[in-house]
Each structure stands twice: as C-alpha cells, then as structure tokens.
C-alpha cells in the first residue's frame, strides 16, 4: 500500500513534542510492515541537510506555487528516515520556513502551512505518484482532505487516494481569518456561518480535516471518547459526535530504538529488570548533573514538559510548598509558559539542595532524567496520549498521572489489596488530589517489595509500535478506494 504521511515534525530531524517522536516512529514500522512510504515536513531553519544527508531533488527546484494571489516558489530536499526504507520530502521554502521558530505568532502562519499542504500535492504530481492513502496529522495538514474533494485540480488528480485525518491535540485549533479559504484555494461557497470550512468566523485547519477526511483517528481510546464532550472537545465535540463511527482511538507506541533501558545510548549506564539495581546509578548521575546530594531513601520525582496549560503545573505550583515539606528532591526539565518557567527558576533557588530545574529543550537530559527518577509525575489536565509515561513505565520509573486520555490506558493505579497496577493516579483536578497522591506515592517508596513488583510490571509492558501500526493498516484498508 502507497502512503504518503505529511506533517510539521519529525524525529531525528525537529521537534517539539510526542508528535515528532509519532512521526519518526510510525512510518518506520509501516515500512516494516510492507508500506511504501513518502513522509513530507517542511524544510526549518533548525534542520541540517548535511548531518542527515539530504540531497536537493533535480527536478523539484523552484517550483511555482499559487497562494491566493501570490506565487511563490519551493525547492524539496529529500533522504531516507534513518533504519527504514521511507523516503523523506522536506519543503524548502526559506521565506516560510526559515525562521527561528517552527511555530509562530506571525501574521503570515496560514500561509506557511498552506503553501506546505500545496507543495505536499504538487511534489506527488511531479513524481507521477499517487498514494492509496494520505495520511495528515494535525492543523498543519488539515486542509488536504477537504483540498482532494473541493479543490477542482487537485480533486481530478487524487480522488482515487483516501485521507486519514490523526488528530494528536484537538487544544491547537489551527484557526485562522476567514481570507484563509481563498488563500488555500478551497471554494467560499462553503464558507457560511455553521458550514463545513466555518469555524467561529474563521478558518480552522483542525475542524476541515475532521470534516473532510474519509476516516479520523486520535492518539489513545479514551481521548477519542473524551474529545466528543463539550469539556475535552475545544468546540469539535459536535462533528466528532457526528462522525463517531469514522473516529478511532489508537495508542501511541514507543521507539524502542531511542527509549529503551536496555540499549539508550544517552544514559551513562544500560540496564534491564534483571539488573534493576543498575537504575540506581543514572540516579546518581542525574543527581550529579543536578548538584544534588544522592541518598537512596529520598526519592526523585521528575518532570519533563512543554510547559502548558495543558500539562497541569499549575497544580504543582499550588501544592508546591507543601510537597517541599515532604522528604523528597524533584528535577524539572521543560520550556514554554514564562510564567511557569519563572516559577520553575525561583524555586529552585529557594531550595536549593532539593530542586532543580533545567529550563530548555535538551533531549539527553530528557532521557537521563526518565532513567535517574523513581517517580515521573505528570499530572495533566488532559493528555491525548502522552509518551513519558510510558518511556517511565518501561525504565522502571513509577508514574503518578492524573486519569486522562492516554494516561488513563496506561497507567494502572497501584492496588495494595489485589498487588496490581504499574503507577499511581488520580481524577480530581485538584491540587489537593494531586498532593495526597504524591503523599501517597512517597509511603509506598518505602515499601520497597510493593515498589519493586510495580516497577515490574511496568518494564514487562509491551508499548512497541507493532500493533498500533497493524490497527492504522485495517484503517486504511478499510477506507481505501
Ligand atoms: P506533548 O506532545 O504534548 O508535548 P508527549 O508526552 O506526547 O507530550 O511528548 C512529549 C515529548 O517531548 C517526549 O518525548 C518528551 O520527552 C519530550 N519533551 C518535552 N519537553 C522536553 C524538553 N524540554 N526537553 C526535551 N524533551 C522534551
């Protein structure tokens, strides 16, 4: 089966959260799996096409593109995504694309994403290619299903190619001012108040693709309920209601390759559950990278985080001076919010010996903190599906997670009667919830049998990308023409 995979980013090459760690993933087994695979990103500033060997393509240079009344011109960079035979287009256009940020506030952001959507088009024509499947992943790519069906051209070109619309946060909307729709080539006759491409007066990529396309998915089950009420559905839940029996909830996998105990190339020491005890020592190292005292009985909680609203620190900053009475040193790594981040920087002045945090993107502490904790705590307010908690789970790090989205199918809060469950969760939103819960979670620290058979089960679970990329299979097969 032919699939052309389009999104905004993508590990090795950029990211700023799960969906990169998706991107690289995902295709990489669909591969594995007998897919022929074209995956196009933009080509950003941040990407470098000599550490990753890409090469420009001869016949994809400066080409002209319509953008509303503007042409504008695209060159493609391509390579193969590292261990796979997928072929990656990058879309190299430097008045978009390079700029220091991958995502911005800028007035011309529609723009960017409507020319990346466009040029995805145009490179399959030049190439005389046609998927059996385009598969589009959030609002940077939203606007393909309803541009196969309405646009005239492009309808003629790829009406025999299905579209999946993934959504992996319904909270980024996509939404612009209403000159979009012409912009982007899409007919205003179907425009109008409470039609398909109108969105609270304007334009949401997000809204057209689960309007447009033949089948939608979402990054865990429980989100794809979630997101049909009015609390989780960000003004979507209505169209999601609507198209129930076309929405699937798939959980995300993990890359072995990048997020295993066993072969990390980026924690100082390897281990497995065999040798557990082994754990202790990134613990150590993650102490000495925070200049922080290491002492076996006081337990590490983690924290690695966009810092948005989403993830539900401010939670943690309500509780905080009342967890810091508990015996216990936490390591923050995250970015985003000033406001968080500033909260974050102050208190690891106050406490000095305690806290620390790291204020950044940096991947290699990323895994040397999923390593060196013996708590992660993610206490979002929703969480489509979340990664952490399952690259915690499967390094013996315990979750504490509030019980949302994905969160809630993976982690099984602990059962002291029954001896079950891999971490501790919570429901309330509450700081109050959240710091009898991380109460209760130092307690069972101490129990260091209870704690072991957990951290146990946590390392058995099977969170490889296997049989999420066989259920994204019977979708396409399914939807295909
Ligand atoms: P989201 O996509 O909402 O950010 P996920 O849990 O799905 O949340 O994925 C987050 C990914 O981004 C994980 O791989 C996590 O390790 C990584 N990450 C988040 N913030 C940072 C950071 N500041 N530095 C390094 N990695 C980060």
């Given at each position: 089966?032919?699939?052309?995979?389009?999104?905004?980013?993508?590990?090795?090459?950029?990211?700023?959260?799960?969906?990169?760690?998706?991107?690289?993933?995902?295709?990489?087994?669909?591969?594995?799996?007998?897919?022929?695979?074209?995956?196009?990103?933009?080509?950003?500033?941040?990407?470098?096409?000599?550490?990753?060997?890409?090469?420009?393509?001869?016949?994809?240079?400066?080409?002209?593109?319509?953008?509303?009344?503007?042409?504008?011109?695209?060159?493609?960079?391509?390579?193969?995504?590292?261990?796979?035979?997928?072929?990656?287009?990058?879309?190299?256009?430097?008045?978009?694309?390079?700029?220091?940020?991958?995502?911005?506030?800028?007035?011309?952001?529609?723009?960017?994403?409507?020319?990346?959507?466009?040029?995805?088009?145009?490179?399959?024509?030049?190439?005389?290619?046609?998927?059996?499947?385009?598969?589009?992943?959030?609002?940077?790519?939203?606007?393909?299903?309803?541009?196969?069906?309405?646009?005239?051209?492009?309808?003629?070109?790829?009406?025999?190619?299905?579209?999946?619309?993934?959504?992996?946060?319904?909270?980024?909307?996509?939404?612009?001012?209403?000159?979009?729709?012409?912009?982007?080539?899409?007919?205003?006759?179907?425009?109008?108040?409470?039609?398909?491409?109108?969105?609270?007066?304007?334009?949401?990529?997000?809204?057209?693709?689960?309007?447009?396309?033949?089948?939608?998915?979402?990054?865990?089950?429980?989100?794809?309920?979630?997101?049909?009420?009015?609390?989780?559905?960000?003004?979507?839940?209505?169209?999601?209601?609507?198209?129930?029996?076309?929405?699937?909830?798939?959980?995300?996998g993990i890359d072995t390759e990048d997020w295993s105990p066993q072969k990390d190339q980026l924690i100082p020491h390897?281990?497995?559950?065999?040798?557990?005890?082994?754990?202790?020592?990134?613990?150590?190292?993650?102490?000495?990278?925070?200049?922080?005292?290491?002492?076996?009985k006081i337990p590490v909680v983690g924290i690695i985080s966009r810092l948005a609203q989403q993830k539900g620190l401010?939670?943690?900053?309500?509780?905080?001076?009342?967890?810091?009475?508990?015996?216990?040193?936490?390591?923050?790594?995250?970015?985003?919010?000033?406001?968080?981040?500033?909260?974050?920087?102050?208190?690891?002045?106050?406490?000095?010996?305690?806290?620390?945090?790291?204020?950044?993107?940096?991947?290699?502490?990323?895994?040397?903190?999923?390593?060196?904790?013996?708590?992660?705590?993610?206490?979002?307010?929703?969480?489509?599906?979340?990664?952490?908690?399952?690259?915690?789970?499967?390094?013996?790090?315990?979750?504490?997670?509030?019980?949302?989205?994905?969160?809630a199918d993976t982690v099984k809060d602990y059962h002291e009667y029954y001896s079950e469950g891999n971490g501790i969760?919570?429901?309330?939103?509450?700081?109050?919830?959240?710091?009898?819960?991380?109460?209760?979670?130092?307690?069972?620290?101490?129990?260091?049998?209870?704690?072991?058979?957990?951290?146990?089960?946590?390392?058995?679970?099977?969170?490889?990308?296997?049989?999420?990329?066989?259920?994204?299979?019977?979708?396409?097969?399914?939807?295909?023409?």
């Amino acid at each position: 089966m032919k699939i052309c995979f389009a999104a905004s980013e993508c590990v090795p090459y950029i990211k700023t959260g799960g969906l990169a760690d998706v991107v690289g993933a995902l295709p990489k087994t669909l591969s594995k799996l007998g897919c022929e695979i074209k995956l196009f990103l933009p080509f950003y500033k941040a990407i470098d096409a000599k550490q990753h060997s890409l090469v420009l393509v001869p016949n994809l240079q400066d080409v002209p593109i319509k953008i509303g009344e503007n042409t504008i011109q695209f060159s493609v960079y391509s390579g193969k995504l590292p261990n796979s035979k997928a072929i990656v287009y990058f879309i190299d256009c430097p008045q978009y694309f390079g700029r220091d940020q991958i995502y911005t506030d800028e007035p011309d952001e529609a723009e960017r994403f409507i020319l990346f959507q466009h040029a995805i088009f145009e490179v399959m024509l030049r190439l005389n290619w046609t998927p059996d499947i385009i598969h589009c992943n959030d609002w940077q790519t939203g606007l393909m299903p309803a541009l196969m069906k309405l646009n005239f051209s492009l309808n003629k070109q790829f009406n025999k190619s299905a579209s999946l619309f993934s959504i992996h946060n319904i909270g980024y909307p996509g939404k612009f001012t209403k000159d979009s729709v012409s912009k982007a080539n899409l007919p205003m006759d179907q425009y109008y108040p409470g039609g398909p491409l109108e969105f609270y007066d304007g334009l949401s990529f997000l809204k057209t693709g689960l309007v447009y396309a033949d089948a939608i998915s979402t990054v865990s089950k429980t989100y794809a309920t979630e997101i049909q009420s009015p609390a989780f559905g960000g003004g979507m839940d209505g169209i999601l209601t609507d198209r129930k029996h076309d929405l699937f909830g798939i959980l995300n996998g993990i890359d072995t390759e990048d997020w295993s105990p066993q072969k990390d190339q980026l924690i100082p020491h390897n281990y497995s559950f065999k040798n557990v005890s082994d754990k202790k020592k990134n613990k150590q190292a993650l102490l000495k990278h925070a200049k922080l005292k290491f002492d076996e009985k006081i337990p590490v909680v983690g924290i690695i985080s966009r810092l948005a609203q989403q993830k539900g620190l401010d939670l943690v900053q309500a509780c905080f001076e009342e967890m810091m009475k508990f015996q216990v040193q936490v390591v923050v790594l995250g970015n985003g919010d000033k406001k968080l981040e500033t909260f974050f920087k102050s208190a690891a002045q106050k406490y000095k010996d305690r806290f620390f945090a790291y204020i950044g993107f940096d991947n290699e502490l990323a895994h040397l903190i999923t390593a060196g904790s013996d708590i992660f705590l993610m206490p979002s307010l929703y969480e489509p599906c979340g990664l952490n908690q399952m690259y915690s789970l499967n390094y013996g790090t315990i979750p504490l997670v509030r019980k949302t989205g994905g969160l809630a199918d993976t982690v099984k809060d602990y059962h002291e009667y029954y001896s079950e469950g891999n971490g501790i969760s919570f429901n309330e939103p509450t700081p109050h919830a959240l710091l009898l819960t991380i109460k209760r979670a130092l307690d069972l620290y101490k129990s260091k049998k209870q704690w072991r058979e957990m951290i146990k089960r946590g390392m058995q679970a099977d969170f490889s990308w296997e049989n999420s990329a066989k259920a994204y299979l019977e979708i396409y097969k399914e939807i295909k023409k």
